[in-house]
């Protein structure tokens, strides 16, 4: 499923430091960031599940969020719909092609925040070889410092990504074109 170029979504690439923002390791050993995907499933309901390994890094400074920037990268292999043998074919080259593309990755060139909270990420996302501009509507959950001394801010965004766009053509019918994609990721401040 392409939902394994997303967002999510492995480890960050290719971060170019912004001046005084502070740099940012995304919690995946705390298990406080997720990337997860939903398609319809023959357009009668959905099928959900994620990608349990990947990784990334970002820079964020609330006095200039615009010139934030993240980089995920995500192990397509860890693909994970709670179903062993749906998750093999999801695996195989009608859909993900793992053995072949093993590992997906997005990273940001642009980031406007319209408010506090709210903005628009576009960049680069590569899945199955082929690499494509997207944007996510992200949203800012918090940010400030946790028990045990350090600081930790936290977004969500969703998009959603044409399958054909990556070379993943099988007919799943016309309700299962696109698949929606959510990252949610927790910071620790380095």
Same mark, same amino acid.
């Given at each position: ?6 967002? %999510? ?18 919690? &995946? ?8 995907? +939903? *398609? ?22 609330? %006095? ?11 192990? &397509? ?6 179903? %062993? ?5 999801? +695996? ?9 593309? !093993?590992?997906?990755?997005? &990273? ?8 506090? #909270? ?7 996302? @590569?899945?199955?070889?082929? @690499? ?7 949203? #800012? ?17 969703? @998009?959603?990504? #044409? ?10 019918? !016309?309700?299962? @074109?696109?698949?929606?994609? %959510?990252?949610? *990721? ?5």
């Amino acid at each position: 499923m392409i939902i394994s170029g997303l967002l %999510a979504f492995s480890v960050f690439i290719g971060i170019n430091n912004t001046a005084y923002a502070a740099q940012y390791k995304v919690d &995946v050993q705390g298990a406080h960031a997720f990337v997860q995907f +939903k *398609i319809k499933h023959l357009g009668y309901s959905w099928l959900l599940g994620r990608f349990n390994t990947f990784d990334g890094n970002f820079n964020y400074d609330a %006095a200039k969020p615009n010139e934030s920037q993240i980089a995920i990268d995500i192990d &397509v292999t860890s693909i994970d719909s709670n179903h %062993a043998e749906r998750d093999k074919h999801l +695996k195989g080259k009608d859909f993900l092609d793992v053995n072949k593309f !093993p590992n997906a990755k997005f &990273v940001s060139k642009n980031i406007t925040f319209t408010d506090e #909270k709210n903005a628009v990420v576009t960049g680069e996302f @590569t899945l199955k070889g082929v @690499t494509k501009s997207i944007s996510f509507n992200v949203e #800012k959950i918090g940010e400030g410092n946790d028990p045990w001394g350090g600081y930790r801010v936290g977004f969500s965004g969703t @998009t959603s990504l #044409k399958l054909s766009d990556y070379g993943i053509t099988y007919n799943l019918g !016309p309700a299962s @074109t696109h698949v929606d994609m %959510a990252l949610h *990721i927790e910071g620790i401040r380095q």
